[in-house]
DNA sequence: AAATCTCCCTGTAGGC
DNA sequence: TGCCTACAGGGAGATT
């Protein structure tokens, strides 16, 4: 499942290969995404030359002079660079063609990405315009958790996970995170205090700037290959460990629904 | 306004 | 081995 750090990381592997690059072709094989891909892309895109590449919470985007490209990796996309000698296969649902001859291939099994046209400014869209701050950012801190949740009766992991509260901060790094930070996920968000969202937010930078640094290793193969990710197998805590015991205490972690998500946490190490 | 529910899709895992 | 079902999840949009 791509989170923010896989999208930042096919960001910059794709980056050199499209920058400066003027679109020949658009090849759109299955328009079925979570919207569908309209057909006007591909006359609107052809002949235009992508001046630079930008990222906005789990939303890939692509610049032209005249607009963007959107593109959402969903929970089973993936972008990479091919030729034209690499045949497309089941689930290689769109292709950007260079002309050049570098393609850019969207893959996505399960069709919950989209990608989409934008004029410009980008940061207009729908999808954009009411987003929360990014992770990584300045603005994200402690003391803007603790104002905005004031009030708000929702579990605090559902609240990390809002994309209007911070963008980027997915089912696995939202257990990781409270985990780091010793936060029960079922804690109302009101709840909480100053002090202990300073800590979260201290958490969830540590843990998405981390996965940032392993994908940048391990999910490198943008060209040719398969561009499977492999940064999943890195070691996580709490995520996909109900019934082991906590790297901390040894308890055993439990599992919760919460929203139609699992969350895992330990009970003696989380309150 | 805030909280909760529904839905899109298919690969994988588990049961028998 | 193979068939069947349950499940996973991002997040917008609908509903409560």
């Given amino acids: 499942m791509p989170e923010l750090p896989e999208v930042e990381t096919s960001r910059r592997g794709i980056d050199p290969y499209l920058c400066g690059k003027t679109v020949l072709a658009t090849r759109v094989r299955q328009p079925q995404l979570r919207w569908p891909v309209s057909s006007q892309i591909i006359e609107t895109l052809a002949g235009q ?20 490209v959107i593109i959402h990796l969903g ?21 950007i063609e260079m002309s050049d001859g570098v393609i850019l291939r969207y893959h996505d099994p399960r069709r919950f990405g989209c990608l989409l046209w934008s004029e410009l400014p980008v940061e207009q869209h729908g999808l954009l315009a009411s987003l929360g701050p990014e992770p990584l950012a300045d603005d994200f801190t402690g003391a803007y958790l603790h104002k905005r949740s004031r009030g708000r009766k929702v579990p605090i992991k559902s609240f990390v996970m809002d994309s209007h509260v911070v963008v980027g901060v997915g089912n696995i790094y939202a257990n990781e995170a409270l985990f780091m930070a ?29 996965a940032i ?3 940048g290793t391990t999910l490198r193969d943008f060209v040719g290959g398969d561009g499977k990710p492999g940064y999943f197998q890195q070691s ?25 998500r ?7 190490c989380q309150d």
């Fill in 213 to 215: 640094t392993v994908g």
């Fill in 236 to 260: 996580l805590l709490v995520y996909g460990r109900a019934g082991q015991p906590c790297k901390q205490c040894g308890t055993e972690l439990k599992e919760i629904r919460q929203s139609q």
């Fill in 75 to 95: 929970m089973s996309g993936s972008v990479r660079i091919v030729d034209s000698h690499q045949a497309a296969g089941k689930h290689d649902h769109v292709d």
């Fill in 49 to 68: 030359t992508i001046t630079h590449t930008g990222r906005r919470g789990k939303y890939l985007l692509l610049y032209t002079q005249q607009g963007c």
């Fill in 262 to 268: 699992s969350s895992v946490f330990c009970p003696l």
């Fill in 182 to 210: 010793g936060i029960r996920p079922q804690t109302m968000a009101g709840a909480v205090s100053a002090k202990r969202y300073t800590r979260l937010v201290q958490c969830i930078k540590q843990v998405i700037s981390h």
